[in-house]
């Protein structure tokens, strides 16, 4: 691809397009040991392509995971009613709460190294993140990383193979009201931050 900016991001975007064009008409099918070969492959379009082919496979499972849980949720009764079983429920969220918190540390350090490195690029004369985009992605999984980390630090991990007592119920319910109280915090806080961020930058233009 040309080393150019705007010239090699439109050609990304046309190849992007046809590749999820050909995934969504079914043209473009790999098998697991395509795509294992891919991974070792010298032409950086390959593993372009099989990044948006991983994006395709992976992108709706959570969604369709949400509307399974709801789906369950919506049959629950009112009140004291008979109460079907919870594990297909449980498990809809479940896997999405492993999927999201199976690799969370090495993401983690990978988001972090991987700006670092970016930001010490910037000087180069060929920038190899000119227009920010990736940074911004990078900046946003961190802060959702930190975040994630301490509402599992939070939360902890609870044993649940007995019956529940009347204090651990109570204990959860106190800990959801101070966690909503000290995000309404942090939100605010945040948004004061970045209204500050905003008004020094619209200065300087």
């Keep these: ?76 009764p009112q009140g004291h009613e008979n109460w079907p079983t919870l594990i297909t429920f449980y498990r809809a969220l479940r896997t999405i709460d492993r999927a999201r918190h199976a690799d969370d540390k090495p993401l983690l350090k990978l988001v972090t190294d991987a700006y670092s490195r970016l930001e010490e690029a910037q000087p180069n004369k060929d920038k190899p993140d000119e227009t920010g985009a990736t940074r911004w992605l990078l900046f946003k999984l961190e802060c959702l990383g930190r975040l994630s980390a301490a ?3 939070f939360v902890g991990n609870n044993n649940c193979s007995e ?38 930058l619209r200065s300087e233009v």
Excluded: C, Y
Excluded at 47 to 72: G, K, N, Q, Y
Excluded at 175 to 192: T, W
């Design 163 to 200: 019956a529940e007592p009347p204090n651990v119920r109570k204990a959860r319910q106190q800990m959801r009201e101070k966690f909503s109280a000290i995000q309404k915090e942090f939100e605010e806080g945040l948004k004061a931050v970045r209204s500050t961020v905003e008004q020094h």
């Design 1 to 76: 691809m040309d080393s150019e900016s705007g010239e090699r991001q439109a050609v990304e975007k046309e190849l992007r397009e046809w590749v999820r064009w050909a995934i969504r008409e079914g043209l473009l099918r790999p098998a697991a040991w395509q795509l294992r070969m891919v991974a070792t492959s010298s032409f950086s379009v390959d593993r372009f392509v099989r990044a948006i082919w991983w994006e395709s496979e992976l992108a709706d499972i959570p969604s369709e995971l949400t509307s399974h849980a709801l789906e369950e949720f919506q049959n629950w």
């Design 151 to 153: 509402g599992l630090a």
